[in-house]
């Protein structure tokens, strides 16, 4: 049974090895020591997770990760400093204080500072490293309320509503210290490209430098999702059979709406970030329609656009035969 907690009862927890769903800016992550092996394959099974997928850990400043880090290349301290606290990852050699289970056996690990006043100060209280991956069933859509928290632990800290609402940005580097983006996600690859001065690469699947999470399918709602360049793709007879509903960006993206069962617009001023605070909430709504399908069509692949265009492509990959119709 899970009780409402305070945060001095949040950080005793996790100090004592419990698992303690926490918010954080971007999304609730369910948090353990990440200094007890233990406490983080209670995270692991709590969320059904492939142990191949490595955990982030969220510590309460810059100096609390370097501690966990050797070698940090120059550009992943200036990244820190433009941008921390904040939704970015920065994947960095490890330290032997990491358990190997932590970081599925990779000789890296991926550290965040959350911009997120409770969990930076449940941080502090708890005064160790806390890993943290999002406290969704594995390959789920990611909570971004307290109520949005299913999977088993032993204490929901409710911060309120996630602010940015996509995963944080995952940064890794190559030997030359050069940053790649693993995951795109809060942090806009636009502004890290300033901070760069150059053009930063996106990771694509079986790159050198990869992320072991970063799966075909990904962050899917129950209901089937396919993604449409245009809605007029889908015939106006199979909306009604099929039971679909729309997703689209905004207003004005709507041009042809007849015959879906529901609609959501993610952002009615037609904002990015708007529209990433609520992806995830709207998929969930979807979900509580039971449609017999959703249908969606991107948003601007711009800024955190970026971020919620690769979460609904993931999201449309189908398990097995796509209900929706393709
Ligand atoms: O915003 C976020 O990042 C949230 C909040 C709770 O902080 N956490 C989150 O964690 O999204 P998770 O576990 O759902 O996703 C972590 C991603 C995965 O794609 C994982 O593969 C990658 O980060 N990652 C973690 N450590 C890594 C490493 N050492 N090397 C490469 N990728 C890593
Ligand atoms: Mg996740």
């Known amino acids: 049974m899970t009780l409402p907690m305070n945060l001095h009862s949040a950080a005793d927890l996790l100090r004592t090895g419990g698992l303690v769903a926490m918010p954080t800016e971007t999304v609730y992550g369910l948090g353990a020591n990440a200094l007890d092996a233990d406490a983080v394959a209670k995270v692991f099974a709590s969320k059904q997770r492939p142990s191949f997928d490595p955990l982030i850990v969220h ?7 370097w501690a966990l880090a ?4 120059p550009l992943a301290r200036q990244l820190a400093q433009a941008f921390w606290p904040g939704p970015l990852t920065l994947v ?7 358990p190997g289970i932590v970081s599925s056996g990779l000789d890296t690990v991926g550290l965040r500072v959350p911009d997120h006043p409770v969990a930076l100060e449940l941080l502090r209280r708890a005064g160790v490293p806390v890993a943290a991956p999002s406290a969704n069933p594995f390959g789920g859509v990611s909570p971004t309320r307290a109520s949005h928290v299913t999977v088993p632990c032993d204490a929901v800290v409710d911060g309120g509503p ?14 030359q210290g050069q940053a790649v983006v693993l995951r795109l996600g809060g942090t806009a690859l636009e502004a890290i490209e300033e901070v760069v001065g150059a053009a930063v690469q996106v990771a694509k699947p079986g790159a050198k430098l990869t992320s072991p999470g970063m799966l075909e399918r990904h962050y899917a709602p129950r209901t ?15 909306r009604r059979d099929q039971r679909l509903g729309v997703l689209v960006f905004n207003p004005a993206t709507f041009v042809d709406d007849a015959g879906f069962v529901q609609q959501w617009v993610l952002s009615e001023r037609g904002d990015v970030v708007d529209a990433a605070a609520r992806l995830f909430d709207t998929l969930r709504r979807a979900d509580d329609a039971h449609l017999g399908g959703l249908v969606a069509t991107p948003v601007p692949d711009e800024g955190l656009g970026r971020a919620i265009n690769d979460r609904l492509r993931r999201a449309a990959v189908a398990p097995g035969p796509d209900p929706a119709g393709q």
């Open 70 to 73: 050797q070698d940090v290349p």
């Open 224 to 238: 089937p999702l396919r993604l449409v360049g245009d809605t007029r793709s889908v015939p106006v007879a199979q």
């Open 59 to 65: 510590v309460p400043d810059p100096e609390a990760a």
């Open 92 to 98: 960095l050699k490890k330290t032997a204080v990491i």
């Open 162 to 175: 996630c602010r940015t609402g996509v995963e944080s940005t995952v940064v890794g580097f190559d030997e």
